[in-house]
Protein backbone atom coordinates (compact mmCIF):
# COMPACT_ATOMS: atom_id res chain seq x y z
CA UNK A 1 0.00 0.00 0.00
CA UNK A 2 1.29 3.07 -1.22
CA UNK A 3 1.78 5.64 1.92
CA UNK A 4 2.07 9.78 2.02
CA UNK A 5 3.55 11.96 4.30
CA UNK A 6 2.24 15.43 4.19
CA UNK A 7 4.09 18.15 6.49
CA UNK A 8 1.43 20.76 7.89
CA UNK A 9 2.89 24.43 8.77
CA UNK A 10 0.81 26.68 10.58
CA UNK A 11 1.02 30.18 11.72
CA UNK A 12 1.12 31.07 15.39
CA UNK A 13 -1.84 31.69 17.55
CA UNK A 14 -4.21 28.93 18.82
CA UNK A 15 -6.63 29.80 16.42
CA UNK A 16 -4.66 28.65 13.22
CA UNK A 17 -2.78 25.97 14.56
CA UNK A 18 -6.09 23.97 16.95
CA UNK A 19 -8.19 24.40 13.19
CA UNK A 20 -4.97 22.66 11.18
CA UNK A 21 -4.89 19.98 14.10
CA UNK A 22 -8.63 19.15 12.92
CA UNK A 23 -8.47 19.45 9.87
CA UNK A 24 -5.18 17.48 9.85
CA UNK A 25 -7.60 14.40 12.20
CA UNK A 26 -10.10 14.59 9.27
CA UNK A 27 -7.24 13.73 6.72
CA UNK A 28 -6.35 10.64 8.89
CA UNK A 29 -9.54 9.31 9.94
CA UNK A 30 -10.74 9.59 6.04
CA UNK A 31 -7.59 7.37 4.49
CA UNK A 32 -5.35 5.40 6.47
CA UNK A 33 -2.45 5.61 3.97
CA UNK A 34 -2.14 9.21 5.27
CA UNK A 35 0.62 10.18 7.67
CA UNK A 36 1.17 13.77 9.06
CA UNK A 37 3.71 15.71 11.01
CA UNK A 38 2.27 19.27 11.97
CA UNK A 39 5.10 21.38 12.77
CA UNK A 40 4.57 24.11 15.63
CA UNK A 41 5.69 27.50 15.93
CA UNK A 42 5.29 29.13 19.39
CA UNK A 43 4.38 32.72 19.80
CA UNK A 44 7.13 34.33 21.91
CA UNK A 45 4.05 36.95 23.03
CA UNK A 46 1.92 34.01 24.30
CA UNK A 47 2.52 33.22 27.93
CA UNK A 48 1.20 29.51 27.13
CA UNK A 49 3.11 27.17 24.58
CA UNK A 50 0.90 24.43 22.55
CA UNK A 51 0.75 21.23 24.52
CA UNK A 52 0.33 18.17 21.59
CA UNK A 53 -0.90 16.13 24.76
CA UNK A 54 -4.39 18.19 25.09
CA UNK A 55 -5.35 16.81 21.83
CA UNK A 56 -8.06 13.74 22.07
CA UNK A 57 -7.80 11.04 18.95
CA UNK A 58 -11.00 9.20 17.98
CA UNK A 59 -8.39 6.26 17.87
CA UNK A 60 -5.20 5.17 19.37
CA UNK A 61 -4.13 3.63 15.45
CA UNK A 62 -4.97 7.62 14.44
CA UNK A 63 -2.90 9.10 16.93
CA UNK A 64 0.19 7.11 15.65
CA UNK A 65 0.03 8.27 12.23
CA UNK A 66 0.26 12.05 13.21
CA UNK A 67 3.62 13.67 15.13
CA UNK A 68 4.37 17.04 16.15
CA UNK A 69 7.98 18.90 15.91
CA UNK A 70 7.88 22.11 17.96
CA UNK A 71 10.21 24.45 15.62
CA UNK A 72 13.12 26.99 18.03
CA UNK A 73 11.82 29.52 19.11
CA UNK A 74 12.58 33.14 17.17
CA UNK A 75 12.16 36.48 19.19
CA UNK A 76 11.20 38.87 16.63
CA UNK A 77 13.39 42.56 16.42
CA UNK A 78 10.12 44.92 15.44
CA UNK A 79 7.18 46.71 16.55
CA UNK A 80 5.36 46.35 13.08
CA UNK A 81 2.58 42.85 13.54
CA UNK A 82 3.37 42.10 10.11
CA UNK A 83 7.32 42.30 10.34
CA UNK A 84 6.97 40.30 13.12
CA UNK A 85 4.14 37.47 11.55
CA UNK A 86 7.28 37.62 8.70
CA UNK A 87 10.13 36.88 11.43
CA UNK A 88 8.61 34.45 13.44
CA UNK A 89 7.62 32.34 10.27
CA UNK A 90 9.94 33.25 7.24
CA UNK A 91 12.85 32.33 10.00
CA UNK A 92 11.53 29.07 10.44
CA UNK A 93 12.32 28.16 6.68
CA UNK A 94 15.89 26.73 7.99
CA UNK A 95 14.77 24.64 10.44
CA UNK A 96 12.05 22.62 7.79
CA UNK A 97 14.46 22.54 5.46
CA UNK A 98 16.43 20.71 7.94
CA UNK A 99 13.72 18.57 9.15
CA UNK A 100 11.97 17.58 5.75
CA UNK A 101 15.95 16.41 4.94
CA UNK A 102 16.21 14.23 7.49
CA UNK A 103 12.68 12.74 7.21
CA UNK A 104 13.47 12.04 3.56
CA UNK A 105 16.60 10.45 4.55
CA UNK A 106 15.17 8.28 6.83
CA UNK A 107 12.33 7.39 4.59
CA UNK A 108 13.74 5.31 1.73
CA UNK A 109 12.97 1.95 1.92
CA UNK A 110 9.20 1.23 0.40
CA UNK A 111 7.34 0.44 3.34
CA UNK A 112 8.27 4.06 4.52
CA UNK A 113 5.69 6.63 3.70
CA UNK A 114 7.01 9.21 1.20
CA UNK A 115 6.78 13.17 1.19
CA UNK A 116 3.52 13.59 -0.54
CA UNK A 117 3.87 17.90 0.12
CA UNK A 118 3.30 20.75 2.58
CA UNK A 119 0.31 22.27 3.50
CA UNK A 120 0.70 25.80 4.57
CA UNK A 121 -1.19 28.20 6.57
CA UNK A 122 -2.34 31.45 4.41
CA UNK A 123 0.88 33.84 6.40
CA UNK A 124 3.10 31.09 5.42
CA UNK A 125 3.76 30.99 2.22
CA UNK A 126 7.81 31.18 2.41
CA UNK A 127 7.37 27.90 2.58
CA UNK A 128 6.43 27.38 -0.64
CA UNK A 129 9.77 27.97 -1.30
CA UNK A 130 11.23 24.78 1.39
CA UNK A 131 8.52 22.50 -0.62
CA UNK A 132 10.17 23.42 -4.20
CA UNK A 133 13.62 22.44 -3.26
CA UNK A 134 12.58 18.80 -2.29
CA UNK A 135 10.15 19.13 -5.64
CA UNK A 136 7.27 18.46 -3.75
CA UNK A 137 3.65 20.45 -4.34
CA UNK A 138 2.65 22.59 -1.87
CA UNK A 139 -1.10 23.27 -0.65
CA UNK A 140 -2.80 26.04 1.04
CA UNK A 141 -5.26 25.57 4.06
CA UNK A 142 -6.85 28.73 4.78
CA UNK A 143 -8.38 29.15 7.83
CA UNK A 144 -10.78 31.76 7.25
CA UNK A 145 -13.98 32.53 4.85
CA UNK A 146 -14.08 31.46 0.92
CA UNK A 147 -15.56 34.56 0.17
CA UNK A 148 -12.76 35.87 2.26
CA UNK A 149 -10.26 34.45 0.57
CA UNK A 150 -12.23 35.49 -3.06
CA UNK A 151 -12.48 39.13 -1.88
CA UNK A 152 -8.09 39.45 -1.23
CA UNK A 153 -7.40 37.91 -4.40
CA UNK A 154 -9.82 40.16 -6.49
CA UNK A 155 -8.71 43.24 -4.43
CA UNK A 156 -4.92 42.00 -5.79
CA UNK A 157 -6.53 41.74 -9.62
CA UNK A 158 -7.89 45.55 -9.00
CA UNK A 159 -4.27 46.52 -7.76
CA UNK A 160 -2.18 44.40 -10.43
CA UNK A 161 -4.67 45.26 -13.54
CA UNK A 162 -5.97 48.74 -12.54
CA UNK A 163 -3.75 49.98 -10.04
CA UNK A 164 -6.14 49.88 -7.08
CA UNK A 165 -4.30 51.62 -4.05
CA UNK A 166 -6.64 49.94 -0.91
CA UNK A 167 -5.02 52.55 1.66
CA UNK A 168 -6.47 55.41 -0.30
CA UNK A 169 -9.93 53.96 1.12
CA UNK A 170 -9.27 54.29 4.35
CA UNK A 171 -12.59 55.69 5.98
CA UNK A 172 -14.38 56.41 2.86
CA UNK A 173 -17.84 55.25 1.92
CA UNK A 174 -17.30 53.67 -1.34
CA UNK A 175 -18.43 50.56 -2.22
CA UNK A 176 -17.18 47.43 -4.15
CA UNK A 177 -18.59 44.89 -6.83
CA UNK A 178 -16.95 41.85 -6.82
CA UNK A 179 -18.13 38.78 -8.09
CA UNK A 180 -17.75 36.27 -4.97
CA UNK A 181 -20.17 38.56 -3.16
CA UNK A 182 -24.03 39.12 -3.89
CA UNK A 183 -24.00 42.72 -2.21
CA UNK A 184 -21.27 45.25 -2.81
CA UNK A 185 -18.75 45.45 0.18
CA UNK A 186 -18.07 48.37 1.91
CA UNK A 187 -14.95 49.85 1.64
CA UNK A 188 -14.89 50.39 5.68
CA UNK A 189 -15.05 46.12 5.90
CA UNK A 190 -11.35 46.54 4.56
CA UNK A 191 -9.19 44.53 6.92
CA UNK A 192 -6.66 46.30 8.43
CA UNK A 193 -3.82 45.04 6.16
CA UNK A 194 -5.66 46.50 2.95
CA UNK A 195 -6.03 49.94 4.56
CA UNK A 196 -2.59 50.76 6.26
CA UNK A 197 0.85 51.45 4.38
CA UNK A 198 2.97 50.06 6.43
CA UNK A 199 0.88 47.32 6.34
CA UNK A 200 -0.43 45.98 2.94
CA UNK A 201 2.89 44.81 1.61
CA UNK A 202 2.11 41.83 4.48
CA UNK A 203 -1.43 41.57 2.43
CA UNK A 204 0.44 41.56 -1.29
CA UNK A 205 3.14 39.54 -1.11
CA UNK A 206 0.52 36.49 1.13
CA UNK A 207 -2.22 36.82 -1.52
CA UNK A 208 -0.06 36.43 -4.71
CA UNK A 209 1.97 33.86 -3.81
CA UNK A 210 -1.44 31.75 -2.80
CA UNK A 211 -1.98 31.61 -6.30
CA UNK A 212 1.20 29.24 -6.32
CA UNK A 213 -0.15 26.44 -4.34
CA UNK A 214 -1.26 23.50 -6.14
CA UNK A 215 -4.84 23.78 -4.13
CA UNK A 216 -6.52 25.21 -1.00
CA UNK A 217 -8.60 24.03 1.59
CA UNK A 218 -10.72 26.54 2.94
CA UNK A 219 -12.58 26.00 6.54
CA UNK A 220 -16.28 26.31 5.12
CA UNK A 221 -18.99 25.06 3.15
CA UNK A 222 -20.66 24.85 -0.53
CA UNK A 223 -24.08 25.67 0.84
CA UNK A 224 -22.60 28.31 3.38
CA UNK A 225 -20.66 29.81 0.39
CA UNK A 226 -21.80 28.79 -2.75
CA UNK A 227 -21.44 32.19 -4.38
CA UNK A 228 -17.87 32.48 -2.96
CA UNK A 229 -16.91 28.71 -3.96
CA UNK A 230 -18.01 29.40 -7.58
CA UNK A 231 -16.40 32.53 -8.41
CA UNK A 232 -13.26 30.99 -6.85
CA UNK A 233 -13.67 27.63 -8.90
CA UNK A 234 -14.50 29.77 -12.40
CA UNK A 235 -11.38 31.68 -12.22
CA UNK A 236 -8.41 29.81 -13.95
CA UNK A 237 -5.90 31.98 -12.02
CA UNK A 238 -6.68 30.31 -8.51
CA UNK A 239 -6.18 27.45 -7.85
CA UNK A 240 -8.29 24.34 -6.97
CA UNK A 241 -10.29 25.23 -3.89
CA UNK A 242 -11.60 22.95 -1.62
CA UNK A 243 -14.28 23.59 0.77
CA UNK A 244 -14.00 21.01 3.62
CA UNK A 245 -15.79 22.64 6.55
CA UNK A 246 -16.86 23.42 9.21
CA UNK A 247 -13.85 22.07 10.84
CA UNK A 248 -13.87 22.66 14.47
CA UNK A 249 -12.42 21.25 17.56
CA UNK A 250 -15.70 20.02 19.37
CA UNK A 251 -14.10 17.67 21.97
CA UNK A 252 -11.58 18.11 24.41
CA UNK A 253 -13.17 20.78 26.95
CA UNK A 254 -13.35 19.78 30.41
CA UNK A 255 -16.59 20.97 31.58
CA UNK A 256 -15.92 20.01 35.13
CA UNK A 257 -13.40 22.61 35.57
CA UNK A 258 -16.48 25.25 34.85
CA UNK A 259 -18.95 23.29 36.91
CA UNK A 260 -20.40 26.68 38.30
CA UNK A 261 -21.26 28.38 34.61
CA UNK A 262 -22.39 24.91 33.49
CA UNK A 263 -24.72 24.70 36.81
CA UNK A 264 -25.87 28.55 36.23
CA UNK A 265 -26.96 27.82 32.30
CA UNK A 266 -28.79 24.43 33.58
CA UNK A 267 -31.03 26.62 35.10
CA UNK A 268 -31.72 28.85 32.44
CA UNK A 269 -34.67 28.47 30.42
CA UNK A 270 -33.80 26.93 26.45
CA UNK A 271 -32.51 30.00 24.26
CA UNK A 272 -32.69 32.34 27.00
CA UNK A 273 -29.12 33.84 27.33
CA UNK A 274 -26.42 35.21 25.35
CA UNK A 275 -23.42 34.97 25.67
CA UNK A 276 -20.54 37.80 24.70
CA UNK A 277 -17.16 36.37 23.90
CA UNK A 278 -14.44 38.15 22.01
CA UNK A 279 -12.26 35.36 21.76
CA UNK A 280 -8.84 33.98 22.77
CA UNK A 281 -6.97 37.17 21.85
CA UNK A 282 -10.25 39.71 22.06
CA UNK A 283 -11.01 42.81 24.49
CA UNK A 284 -12.91 45.93 24.21
CA UNK A 285 -11.88 48.84 25.95
CA UNK A 286 -12.83 50.47 29.58
CA UNK A 287 -15.67 52.75 27.83
CA UNK A 288 -17.14 50.81 25.83
CA UNK A 289 -17.53 47.59 29.00
CA UNK A 290 -19.70 50.49 30.32
CA UNK A 291 -21.49 50.66 27.20
CA UNK A 292 -22.79 47.34 26.82
CA UNK A 293 -22.99 46.67 30.72
CA UNK A 294 -26.12 49.63 30.28
CA UNK A 295 -27.10 47.70 27.36
CA UNK A 296 -27.38 44.47 29.17
CA UNK A 297 -28.98 46.41 31.88
CA UNK A 298 -31.99 47.65 30.03
CA UNK A 299 -32.73 44.97 27.35
CA UNK A 300 -33.48 42.59 30.61
CA UNK A 301 -31.66 40.00 28.68
CA UNK A 302 -30.38 36.70 30.21
CA UNK A 303 -26.47 36.95 29.68
CA UNK A 304 -23.54 35.21 30.46
CA UNK A 305 -20.61 37.66 29.72
CA UNK A 306 -16.72 36.46 29.10
CA UNK A 307 -14.82 39.92 30.41
CA UNK A 308 -11.50 40.08 29.72
CA UNK A 309 -8.44 42.68 29.37
CA UNK A 310 -5.46 43.05 27.76
CA UNK A 311 -2.40 44.66 29.35
CA UNK A 312 -0.17 45.08 26.50
CA UNK A 313 -0.18 45.34 22.81
CA UNK A 314 1.15 41.53 22.14
CA UNK A 315 0.39 39.65 25.70
CA UNK A 316 -2.81 37.24 26.02
CA UNK A 317 -5.76 38.80 27.67
CA UNK A 318 -6.45 37.54 31.26
CA UNK A 319 -9.78 37.85 33.45
CA UNK A 320 -11.16 40.94 35.36
CA UNK A 321 -10.84 40.02 39.17
CA UNK A 322 -11.69 43.49 40.40
CA UNK A 323 -14.86 45.45 38.39
CA UNK A 324 -14.45 48.68 39.68
CA UNK A 325 -14.23 51.46 37.36
CA UNK A 326 -14.52 48.76 34.95
CA UNK A 327 -18.32 48.42 35.29
CA UNK A 328 -21.24 50.60 36.40
CA UNK A 329 -21.70 50.92 40.26
CA UNK A 330 -24.57 48.56 41.34
CA UNK A 331 -24.45 46.61 37.99
CA UNK A 332 -23.58 42.99 39.54
CA UNK A 333 -25.91 43.60 41.98
CA UNK A 334 -28.81 45.02 40.08
CA UNK A 335 -27.98 41.98 37.17
CA UNK A 336 -27.76 39.52 39.80
CA UNK A 337 -31.21 37.42 38.96
CA UNK A 338 -30.95 37.59 35.22
CA UNK A 339 -26.67 37.60 34.48
CA UNK A 340 -23.57 35.86 35.39
CA UNK A 341 -19.92 37.41 34.32
CA UNK A 342 -17.09 35.08 33.86
CA UNK A 343 -13.88 35.13 32.36
CA UNK A 344 -12.13 32.66 29.90
CA UNK A 345 -14.84 30.80 28.72
CA UNK A 346 -15.00 27.66 26.96
CA UNK A 347 -17.12 28.33 24.38
CA UNK A 348 -17.79 25.45 22.11
CA UNK A 349 -19.69 24.01 25.41
CA UNK A 350 -21.45 27.37 25.95
CA UNK A 351 -22.43 27.60 22.49
CA UNK A 352 -24.00 24.30 22.73
CA UNK A 353 -25.60 24.37 25.46
CA UNK A 354 -29.55 24.56 25.11
CA UNK A 355 -29.84 28.01 27.54
CA UNK A 356 -27.86 29.48 24.95
CA UNK A 357 -29.77 31.46 22.47
CA UNK A 358 -27.71 34.37 21.17
CA UNK A 359 -23.77 34.72 20.74
CA UNK A 360 -22.30 38.66 20.38
CA UNK A 361 -18.96 37.86 19.08
CA UNK A 362 -15.22 39.54 17.09
CA UNK A 363 -16.64 37.36 14.48
CA UNK A 364 -13.25 35.23 14.01
CA UNK A 365 -13.93 32.99 11.96
CA UNK A 366 -13.41 29.84 14.28
CA UNK A 367 -16.23 31.72 16.16
CA UNK A 368 -18.02 32.19 13.58
CA UNK A 369 -18.80 28.81 12.26
CA UNK A 370 -18.58 27.32 15.81
CA UNK A 371 -21.92 29.21 16.05
CA UNK A 372 -23.23 28.36 12.80
CA UNK A 373 -22.28 24.91 13.70
CA UNK A 374 -24.71 25.36 16.61
CA UNK A 375 -27.25 27.15 15.29
CA UNK A 376 -26.99 30.14 17.40
CA UNK A 377 -27.23 33.08 15.74
CA UNK A 378 -24.46 36.17 16.27
CA UNK A 379 -24.56 39.79 16.87
CA UNK A 380 -21.47 41.26 15.37
CA UNK A 381 -18.39 43.41 17.28
CA UNK A 382 -15.23 42.57 14.74
CA UNK A 383 -12.11 43.98 16.44
CA UNK A 384 -8.88 43.47 13.64
CA UNK A 385 -7.95 41.13 11.12
CA UNK A 386 -10.38 40.34 8.59
CA UNK A 387 -13.52 40.50 11.02
CA UNK A 388 -14.59 43.59 9.48
CA UNK A 389 -15.21 41.19 6.75
CA UNK A 390 -16.67 38.20 8.28
CA UNK A 391 -19.25 40.52 9.84
CA UNK A 392 -20.52 41.76 6.57
CA UNK A 393 -20.75 38.14 5.50
CA UNK A 394 -22.69 36.76 8.35
CA UNK A 395 -25.50 39.71 8.32
CA UNK A 396 -25.59 40.29 4.60
CA UNK A 397 -24.82 37.54 2.81
CA UNK A 398 -25.63 34.70 5.14
CA UNK A 399 -28.09 36.22 7.00
CA UNK A 400 -27.28 34.56 10.28
CA UNK A 401 -26.29 37.77 12.28
CA UNK A 402 -27.17 41.48 13.08
CA UNK A 403 -25.66 43.98 13.25
CA UNK A 404 -24.11 45.94 15.79
CA UNK A 405 -21.61 47.38 14.01
CA UNK A 406 -20.26 45.61 11.48
CA UNK A 407 -17.37 48.08 10.83
CA UNK A 408 -16.49 48.60 14.05
CA UNK A 409 -12.16 48.52 14.32
CA UNK A 410 -9.68 48.02 17.08
CA UNK A 411 -7.05 47.04 15.03
CA UNK A 412 -3.62 45.67 15.71
CA UNK A 413 -3.25 48.64 18.08
CA UNK A 414 -6.13 46.79 20.01
CA UNK A 415 -7.32 51.11 21.15
CA UNK A 416 -10.83 51.71 19.99
CA UNK A 417 -11.68 54.25 17.40
CA UNK A 418 -15.10 54.82 18.72
CA UNK A 419 -17.87 53.60 20.81
CA UNK A 420 -20.78 51.96 20.28
CA UNK A 421 -23.58 53.54 22.44
CA UNK A 422 -25.51 51.19 24.59
CA UNK A 423 -28.48 52.29 23.02
CA UNK A 424 -27.09 50.71 19.36
CA UNK A 425 -26.09 47.61 21.45
CA UNK A 426 -29.40 47.27 23.12
CA UNK A 427 -31.38 47.45 19.90
CA UNK A 428 -29.21 44.19 18.61
CA UNK A 429 -29.60 42.76 21.27
CA UNK A 430 -33.29 42.76 21.93
CA UNK A 431 -33.70 41.79 17.83
CA UNK A 432 -30.70 39.05 18.58
CA UNK A 433 -33.45 37.27 20.72
CA UNK A 434 -36.45 37.38 19.41
CA UNK A 435 -37.60 33.96 19.22
CA UNK A 436 -39.33 34.22 15.81
CA UNK A 437 -36.85 36.03 13.80
CA UNK A 438 -35.50 35.73 10.06
CA UNK A 439 -32.40 35.07 12.10
CA UNK A 440 -33.29 32.74 14.10
CA UNK A 441 -34.62 30.41 11.45
CA UNK A 442 -31.86 30.91 9.08
CA UNK A 443 -29.31 29.98 12.05
CA UNK A 444 -31.38 27.02 12.78
CA UNK A 445 -31.27 25.80 9.31
CA UNK A 446 -27.93 26.47 8.26
CA UNK A 447 -26.92 23.94 11.57
CA UNK A 448 -28.76 21.33 9.86
CA UNK A 449 -27.17 22.14 6.96
CA UNK A 450 -23.74 22.69 8.49
CA UNK A 451 -23.90 19.21 9.46
CA UNK A 452 -25.18 17.36 6.31
CA UNK A 453 -22.02 18.42 4.30
CA UNK A 454 -20.13 16.19 6.89
CA UNK A 455 -21.38 13.26 6.58
CA UNK A 456 -20.62 10.74 4.04
CA UNK A 457 -22.21 11.93 0.62
CA UNK A 458 -22.12 15.25 1.90
CA UNK A 459 -20.94 18.38 -0.10
CA UNK A 460 -17.78 18.66 2.18
CA UNK A 461 -16.93 14.70 2.89
CA UNK A 462 -16.92 14.76 -1.16
CA UNK A 463 -14.67 18.13 -1.27
CA UNK A 464 -11.96 16.09 0.87
CA UNK A 465 -12.05 13.13 -0.82
CA UNK A 466 -11.42 15.36 -4.34
CA UNK A 467 -8.37 16.65 -2.01
CA UNK A 468 -6.97 13.13 -1.02
CA UNK A 469 -6.87 12.07 -4.46
CA UNK A 470 -4.91 14.99 -5.96
CA UNK A 471 -2.40 14.44 -3.15
CA UNK A 472 -1.68 10.71 -4.29
CA UNK A 473 -2.30 11.41 -7.90
CA UNK A 474 0.72 14.34 -7.34
CA UNK A 475 2.84 12.60 -5.31
CA UNK A 476 6.31 12.89 -6.78
CA UNK A 477 7.70 9.31 -7.64
Known amino acids: MEKAELVFIPSPGVGHIMSTVEIAKVLLNHDERLSITVFIINSPFSPNKFNPNIISFPSPSLSKRIKFTTLPDIHPTDDNIANIFTQLIDGQAPNVKKW??????????LDSPRLAGFVIDMFCTAMIDVANEFGVPTYMFFTSSAAYLAFKLHMLKLRDEHNVDTTEFKN????????????????????????????????????????????????????????????????????????????????????????????????????????LCFGSMGTIVANQVMEFASALEKSGVRFLWSLRKRQKLMGAPSDVTNFEGILPEGFLDRTAG??????????VEILAHKATGGFVSHCGWNSSLESIY???????????????????????????????????????????????????IEKAIVLLMQHDSDVRRRAKAMKEISRKALVDGGSSVSSLRYFIDDVFKNMPM
Open 100 to 109: VNEFVNSNSN
Open 374 to 424: FGVPMATLPLSAEQQFNAFSLVKEYGVAVEIKMDYRVGFEMEAREIVSAEV
Open 172 to 275: SDAEFIVPSCVNPVPAKVLPEVMLKEEYLHFYIVHARRSKEVKGILVNSFLELESRAVHALQSDDEIPPVYPVGPILQLSGGNKSSYEDIFQWLDNQPPKSVVF
Open 338 to 347: VGKIIGWAPQ
